[in-house]
């Protein structure tokens, strides 16, 4: 293979096929990071179109957009609609190991590499997952499982498995139980001011479900849709594994930038958000940039995925209506959980759509899985109908609340070190570095030390791109004791991180 | 719009664009299945080329080809890999109403038609579901629930639930709950010589969610997938909803016919296949056939989807080990599911997967939808490890062998019309229109006017395209009395069919 100039990639070209057991997109992919690590690629920088980068490295376009896709879902590289791909301003630090990676061990035996599809690789580039199983803390997406009325729940269901008939036993409707839909449909009307009739709503097992059928329905692979960033990450993972391309839309104060996302991709088919309260961030979407959203789904026949993942809480200030309310000509597809608010073991979801889209919708959830499972469909329609639900959300509000306050009382200490943003509903809040200590310090070291210290806490960089890095603490599972003592122990964090001669 | 000549479907060209709420490919593909139906075109007739018929009709090549996607789906059409596109041997006959359609019914307001993705359009084409929940007799993927043992069942979910600890409760591993795992492994290794240990078990709710994990981990968006034909539909719907493209590869009396798909794609990234008992079909695939199958995967870098949905039934000879267990070099995902030996309401499969693909499946389903449902994964480990999946199978072996018996001898007496296939295994039984009727009768017309007395029997032709017309019947679910009522129903609808004039 000849070696080209004039290309910060052609150093060791020669190489790129020599070097068993790595396949050749890999070796471009690490080659490309290591220039853009090692500043030989400025942020910001303007990267060759994937056609040069092959005949500069004398491989395949195919293995170069291997790569480059890699690189994207990495973090290191952004695509910009039209203009091409550009080193990303801020770059992941996917260098520090991942906290508890929950990936299988590797095995002993067969592990001869496999050829993966490139969605597949996407998926295994992933950053690790952050799990709070074993720790305590601050875990951001793991609700307090104390509150939950578990003898409460376990009588339904043992009532409900106790009944004749075949209800729960054959196979169900694939757009979930009739007593659930309705259920459902009268919660979120009354708590969220969501627009639906029970026909509107589907059964599904899992927020990222929602997501990933929706994608189906409305886009083919290789159309794009607009994520918010830095963003809920699992969403962007469903949706890529939908063969869907994710353009990363900034947010800021008010949310996600419509005019960014028309900037770099106008004719997305679909756009994910959190409008009451923006994962990680906290901020509310603005009533301009609400408008502004559904104008731009109504005129480019494009969709809105609004998440609502925690809506039922909100402390102070008036409550924030879903966007789904907003809308009068059929562009949101409304997404709420009971993993979130419940339990996470019980994985039940659902989605509100549009009435013309009611037949698709079901037509992919049946093929997709059939349908979800049905006994604990019965019991959790029993739970809303009976009042339990409003109850459990009525009393975790309170504690969530109490927790929140604690939490920002203890966090007060920290100041010189965190700025912290919004904090009036949901069940987390995020920090900033300060500015004047941003560009020394690494969100994911830090959240690794936490780790090390048994702390959980997230980093803000595995969230994608953001203006400063810093952390993310779930609030709702700690007492004012927790918060104190998770607290000290960031604390120690950070200042080693800045200071790590000082620190041992 | 220019009207162009030498085409059969240059009829009406002009009026393409200007029929108003149905869009152009729409009506392309109206008109493509009306010269199809007429016999303007002839079975077997090749199509002109996607480029040909847009310059034909003056439309968008992208139109073109979602007519075209759309008429295979719907069965009017086959592609043959490098030879281009032809009319279908044997046409489906989508007039027919479904019996008992599972889609939600037409929205009141809000209809207007919307664009959907070219994969949800093709799910939607789908021939409606023939549902059985509230129907008699021969319903093919419905086990009969009164063998159950419910009692047990929910003492052990009532146990489980009552357990202190957040193991049900908070969120579980991706790949599903250990004792789970090792549970399945335990079962498939000592039932179906399956080789593997629990961490090669992927729990999953459905063999829909395992055949999709597998197409997104292995196949990219417009790569092929082999799927027996007739074969079993949901499994094709997973696969397009997937991006992937399915390439229909024919069955005989020893299963898929691996050079028929070596000569139709032979760089397919996978094959679908029911080794133990082709569904519908009922036969087994030979030994010559799967080490092809095997053989063809090692050389081409493909894998082998192995669907044992019911090989836990097997009622005379020897019994027939797994394919998974035949294969040295790790090219075979093996999926099996509960949903259909205990009840289609749990909603619980699994994939046994090669080790070197584990990773990369446990980092798709995380991002379909988290993990599967906690508690019940609990209270069925609980029930295979105490030994009552064991009881059930041996206790329902014995059930659904004496029901097959019955229904063969009542079947006897249909022996002038039907032509009965393989029946050593499984819970159906497949028959064909004896071949000098076959060409007068309509399976669908048939299923239908069964489903107007209250017996429901698939169509063979709802499978895909096929050698002669035929029904399948679920022998498990009826008693004797069952099997003679529905077979009379049967009968007087065949002989309806065949001289509608006679009947009434």
Redesign the interface.
Known sequence: MAKHAGSVFSVDVAGLESEPGQPAYARICERIRAAIVSGALAPNARLPSGRTLAQDLGVARNTVDWALDQLVADGYIVRRRGAGSFVAAQLPERDAPPLTP???????????????????QA??A?PG?Y?G?SAIAFTPS?PP?DP?P?AV??RL??RE??KPG??????????GLPALRSAIAAHASAMRAVRCSP?QVLVV??T??AV?LAA????????TAWCETPGYQ?VQ??L????VDVVAVPVDESGLNVHAGQALAADA?LAYVTPAHQYPLGVEMSIERRKALLAWARER?GYVLEDDYDGDYRYQGRPIASLQGMDDH?RVIYIGSF?KIL??????AYAIV???????F???K???????????QGALAAFIHEGHLGRHLRKTRAIYDERRIAFLDEAAALADLLEFGPAIAGMHVTALFQRELAGRLDDRAVADACARAGVVVHPLSKYGACERAGLVFGFAGATRADARAGLAIVRRAILASIAPDAAD
């Open positions: 929950a990936r299988a061990a590797a095995p002993a035996v067969d592990a001869s590499p496999r050829r993966l599809s490139r969605r597949a998926l295994r992933y997952h799990s199983a793991l499982i939950f578990r729940w376990n269901v043992q498995a106790a075949g209800e729960y036993w054959e196979y169900g409707a694939s757009n026909e097992t899992s990222q479900q990933e189906k329905v409305l886009a083919d692979p290789g159309e699992p993972h469903c890529r594994a939908a063969g088919r026949d059929g993993n339990f996470p073991g019980l994985r039940i549009p009435e013309a889209l009611i037949a698709a079901v037509d992919a049946h093929a997709a899985d059939g349908h979800t499972a049905l006994l604990m």
